[in-house]
């Protein structure tokens, strides 16, 4: 792999400028090197037969740009030559020896006069510690074999440089350098020792050199572009002049540039092409912005060359415009696209103004607003609060915003995203004027309130514990007993609510004395006057409440004969409760003749009819002996027949079916079995519910297989 170096080594006044080129060809660690054109000094490979370089060391050959280091060498007119080695071992490399050439091919010792030596790092900074040893010189101290030398050495992994300055020896010709590097093998234990034959040309310098200079556009030189001869070492001042408008930018020499420094002082130690570089002169436009927007190009300092239209376009925020331009001070147009000539340097400011909506509020008879109606104007997207501020006898109905029903929000906030017109609409009140006597309260409360006109207003009595609503006095005139009365507002009107003590709570059933017998059907009825509806009932048997008596009425069917005493407690909304006075009930075991039949009504069946004949046919057999008792559990949840079907004043089905006929006896059978406790005679039942034992059988099982009785 190659590597190419450039070096530039450069001397006082009369010295030359060298330029080389070092290549290293790393795969074989032989150093190459060769001249580029106009160089007087010229590195080559010795064609002879070399030793290779291993790789743990290698000799590296380069220049480098030694303008500031050689300025610290004051006024010796010396010529440099400089290499340096890099340490790529294990061991410090502590001597390097140089052997001065051999002319050509015939290997003829060459002297050279050593001025000086010196050993620099890469910043070419002195390096201490090195000193110079001559190995071989003539008589008149020319050398032409010497060593560097130190303890320390060049560490692994670190390069030096080492320069010989000579001022005498031979002006031109072909010569041998040999340079030979040894490391001290303080850490491997193994000395190392190399060798680098290296070819040196020397060539002698012309007197005269050529200086050829031109120009671009937009300026000349002093002296003008032209071809000129001058001696070798001269001085050559050029100054590059800028024609208006233009500016000089930089030199170039031999095709490079390299300087914008003016006047240029020329060293004339080659031939030089020199070039003049101008352009266009560079002007500053300063674009301001605000607030609002931007432009393109951006706000901010810009260049462009004289001469150049520049176009600036402004580009507003949201809920911005552009408004207009200031060009250096002036205003200057309000396109939203501006073109500047640079012709000097310039200042622009793009100029947004917000974008503003008017607001137009009206109002109808009635009232007015705040703030008052007329025209408006406001920032885009801004929000305005307007309140509506009624007369007297009016009333604020609604807003009408752009023609639309808004709503009666009072005040009212409008986004101003566009132009707006918002009326408040006003409507004439009437006056409702709501009181009530001791008692109560309403809702809304009493007081006076106003209302537009058609308004409907509900207000609703509240009587307080202990007191009813009796009715509503409507200007003066009762008109309503219902709790709640609405009023129409078409005038201004008076409302008032007339409250009642609570009556004491009474109740009275009927009858209250009757003459039974077992079995036979009494219904009781009552009568509440007084306390606060609604109400519960509870009627009581000889003491004791009878679970199933819960309503206003009572159908009682003894199973026994005996007194018996009843009579009803009722409850009131306010939980105050009063009893009814008792009722007398004598009921005796055998039914007179003109009530030996209780008949339960089923239909007009054929079935029905022949039922009943049975049963009068069987009732006027005597019972010569006491019928065994059965005992049944009856279902809780069922209430008794006579309750369920026909308690509650039913309409009884004018015809029946079988289905229907088994059903109804079924429910006489189970009502008889309820009212006499669950224990029954068969024999007696049947008897007395008018079927035959084996239908009363018949119906019990029926009863068992619904889960009615146990």
Same mark, same amino acid.
């Given at each position: 792999? %190659?590597?190419?170096?450039?070096?530039?080594?450069?001397?006082?006044?009369?010295? &030359?400028?060298?330029?080389?080129?070092?290549?290293?060809?790393?795969?074989?660690?032989?150093?190459?090197?060769? %001249?580029?054109?106009?160089?007087?000094?010229?590195?080559?490979?010795?064609?002879?037969?070399?030793? *290779?370089?291993?790789?743990?060391?290698?000799?590296?050959?380069?220049?480098?740009?030694?303008?500031?280091?050689?300025?610290?060498?004051?006024?010796?007119?010396?010529?440099?030559?400089?290499?340096?080695?890099?340490?790529?071992?294990?061991?410090?490399?502590?001597?390097?020896?140089?052997?001065?050439?051999?002319?050509?091919?015939?290997?003829?010792?060459?002297?050279?006069?050593?001025?000086?030596?010196?050993?620099? #790092?890469?910043?070419?900074?002195?390096?201490?510690?090195?000193?110079?040893?001559?190995?071989?010189?003539?008589?008149?101290?020319?050398?032409?074999?010497?060593?560097?030398?130190?303890?320390?050495?060049?560490?692994?992994?670190?390069?030096?440089?080492?320069?010989?300055?000579?001022?005498?020896?031979?002006?031109?010709?072909?010569?041998?350098?040999?340079?030979?590097?040894?490391?001290?093998?303080?850490?491997?234990?193994?000395?190392?020792?190399?060798?680098?034959?290296?070819?040196?040309?020397?060539?002698?310098?012309?007197?005269?050199?050529?200086?050829?200079?031109?120009?671009?556009?937009?300026?000349?030189?002093?002296?003008?572009?032209?071809?000129?001869?001058?001696?070798? =070492?001269?001085?050559?001042?050029?100054?590059?002049?800028?024609?208006?408008?233009?500016?000089?930018?930089?030199? $170039?020499?031999?095709?490079?540039?390299?300087?914008?420094?003016?006047?240029?002082?020329?060293?004339?130690? %080659?031939?030089?092409?020199?070039?003049?570089?101008?352009?266009?002169?560079?002007?500053?436009?300063?674009?301001?912005?605000?607030?609002?927007?931007?432009?393109?190009?951006?706000?901010?300092?810009?260049?462009?060359?004289?001469?150049?239209? &520049?176009?600036?376009?402004? &580009?507003?925020?949201?809920?911005?415009?552009?408004?207009?331009?200031?060009?250096? =001070?002036?205003?200057?147009?309000?396109?939203?696209?501006?073109?500047?000539?640079?012709?000097?340097?310039?200042?622009?400011?793009?100029?947004?103004?917000?974008?503003?909506?008017?607001?137009?509020?009206?109002?109808?008879?009635?009232?007015? *607003?705040?703030?008052?109606?007329? *025209?408006?104007?406001?920032?885009? #997207?801004?929000?305005?609060?307007v309140s509506a501020r009624p007369d007297s006898g009016y009333n604020f109905d609604h807003w009408i915003l752009d023609g639309v029903d808004v709503g009666s929000d009072n005040p009212y906030t409008i986004t101003m995203d566009s132009n707006h017109t918002l009326k408040a609409v006003f409507q004439i009140t009437y006056n409702l004027t709501i009181s009530t006597t001791v008692g109560g309260s309403t809702n809304p409360v009493p007081g006076t309130y106003q209302y537009p006109n058609g308004t409907n207003v509900s207000v609703t009595a509240i009587p307080e514990a202990d007191y009813i609503f009796e009715h509503w006095e409507f200007d003066g005139r009762i008109v309503s007993s219902a709790h709640t009365y609405q009023v129409f507002m078409n005038m201004s009107h008076t409302l008032k609510a007339?409250?009642?003590?609570?009556?004491?709570?009474?109740?009275?059933?009927?009858?209250?004395?009757?003459?039974? &017998?077992?079995?036979?059907?009494?219904?009781?009825?009552?009568?509440?006057?007084? =306390?606060?509806?609604?109400?519960?009932?509870?009627?009581?048997?000889?003491?004791?409440?009878?679970?199933?008596?819960?309503?206003?009425?009572?159908?009682?069917?003894?199973?026994?004969?005996?007194?018996?005493?009843?009579?009803?407690?009722?409850?009131?909304?306010?939980?105050?409760?009063?009893?009814?006075?008792?009722?007398?009930?004598?009921?005796? %075991?055998?039914?007179?003749?003109?009530?030996?039949?209780?008949?339960?009504?089923?239909?007009?069946?054929?079935?029905?009819?022949?039922?009943?004949?049975?049963?009068?046919?069987?009732?006027?057999?005597?019972?010569?002996?006491?019928?065994?008792?059965?005992?049944?559990?009856?279902?809780?949840?069922?209430?008794?027949?006579?309750?369920?079907?026909?308690?509650?004043? $039913?309409?009884?089905?004018?015809?029946?079916?079988?289905?229907?006929?088994?059903?109804?006896? #079924?429910?006489?059978?189970?009502?008889?079995?309820?009212?006499?406790?669950?224990?029954?005679?068969?024999?007696?039942?049947?008897?007395?519910?008018?079927?035959?034992?084996?239908?009363?059988?018949?119906?019990?099982?029926?009863?068992?297989?619904?889960?009615?009785? $146990?």
């Amino acid at each position: 792999m %190659a590597k190419m170096v450039y070096i530039n080594v450069k001397h006082r006044l009369a010295n &030359v400028i060298i330029l080389l080129i070092c290549m290293l060809n790393a795969s074989d660690k032989i150093v190459t090197v060769s %001249a580029m054109h106009l160089a007087r000094v010229e590195w080559i490979e010795y064609p002879g037969s070399l030793q *290779t370089v291993i790789a743990d060391q290698t000799l590296i050959t380069e220049w480098r740009d030694l303008y500031t280091a050689l300025d610290r060498v004051s006024g010796k007119q010396v010529n440099p030559l400089i290499f340096s080695v890099a340490n790529t071992g294990s061991d410090p490399i502590v001597s390097i020896e140089i052997h001065i050439p051999y002319e050509g091919s015939k290997f003829k010792p060459v002297y050279f006069y050593l001025y000086e030596t010196r050993v620099t #790092d890469k910043d070419s900074k002195p390096v201490p510690g090195w000193w110079t040893q001559i190995i071989e010189s003539d008589p008149f101290n020319k050398v032409r074999v010497f060593r560097f030398l130190s303890n320390e050495g060049v560490q692994p992994g670190n390069f030096l440089y080492f320069w010989m300055f000579f001022n005498g020896g031979p002006e031109s010709g072909t010569y041998i350098f040999n340079v030979t590097t040894c490391d001290d093998g303080r850490f491997t234990g193994k000395v190392e020792t190399y060798t680098h034959h290296l070819k040196l040309v020397l060539s002698s310098f012309p007197t005269s050199y050529q200086l050829i200079i031109y120009v671009t556009d937009g300026g000349t030189t002093d002296p003008s572009p032209g071809t000129y001869t001058r001696s070798m =070492g001269e001085i050559v001042k050029v100054t590059a002049l800028a024609k208006p408008n233009y500016k000089f930018v930089y030199w $170039e020499i031999n095709g490079s540039k390299i300087v914008s420094i003016n006047p240029l002082n020329i060293l004339m130690n %080659a031939s030089y092409i020199l070039k003049a570089c101008f352009e266009l002169e560079t002007y500053t436009l300063e674009i301001i912005v605000k607030t609002g927007g931007t432009t393109s190009p951006p706000p901010g300092i810009h260049n462009y060359q004289y001469g150049s239209s &520049v176009n600036v376009t402004a &580009v507003p925020l949201t809920n911005y415009r552009f408004d207009y331009w200031i060009l250096d =001070g002036l205003p200057t147009g309000s396109n939203n696209t501006i073109t500047v000539l640079m012709n000097q340097n310039h200042v622009l400011e793009a100029i947004f103004v917000i974008i503003n909506c008017t607001l137009k509020i009206e109002s109808t008879v009635g009232g007015t *607003t705040d703030p008052s109606p007329g *025209t408006y104007t406001y920032n885009k #997207d801004s929000n305005v609060t307007v309140s509506a501020r009624p007369d007297s006898g009016y009333n604020f109905d609604h807003w009408i915003l752009d023609g639309v029903d808004v709503g009666s929000d009072n005040p009212y906030t409008i986004t101003m995203d566009s132009n707006h017109t918002l009326k408040a609409v006003f409507q004439i009140t009437y006056n409702l004027t709501i009181s009530t006597t001791v008692g109560g309260s309403t809702n809304p409360v009493p007081g006076t309130y106003q209302y537009p006109n058609g308004t409907n207003v509900s207000v609703t009595a509240i009587p307080e514990a202990d007191y009813i609503f009796e009715h509503w006095e409507f200007d003066g005139r009762i008109v309503s007993s219902a709790h709640t009365y609405q009023v129409f507002m078409n005038m201004s009107h008076t409302l008032k609510a007339v409250f009642s003590p609570v009556p004491p709570l009474n109740v009275s059933i009927s009858p209250l004395s009757a003459s039974i &017998v077992v079995g036979q059907l009494i219904t009781f009825t009552s009568t509440v006057s007084g =306390g606060k509806s609604p109400y519960t009932y509870q009627w009581y048997l000889n003491g004791t409440p009878f679970s199933s008596a819960t309503t206003d009425s009572w159908t009682f069917r003894p199973n026994s004969k005996g007194t018996f005493y009843v009579y009803l407690t009722i409850v009131d909304s306010r939980n105050r409760s009063a009893n009814s006075p008792t009722a007398k009930i004598t009921v005796k %075991a055998e039914p007179s003749p003109s009530n030996s039949l209780i008949l339960i009504l089923i239909g007009t069946s054929i079935g029905l009819i022949a039922a009943l004949t049975g049963f009068i046919s069987r009732k006027k057999k005597k019972v010569e002996s006491p019928p065994l008792p059965e005992e049944f559990s009856v279902h809780k949840s069922v209430k008794p027949f006579s309750e369920e079907v026909y308690g509650q004043g $039913e309409t009884k089905p004018s015809s029946i079916t079988k289905k229907d006929y088994l059903k109804n006896v #079924d429910d006489a059978v189970f009502d008889y079995i309820v009212s006499h406790g669950g224990t029954i005679s068969l024999s007696r039942a049947a008897a007395e519910l008018g079927i035959s034992m084996e239908e009363l059988k018949a119906s019990i099982e029926r009863l068992k297989e619904k889960g009615l009785i $146990e």
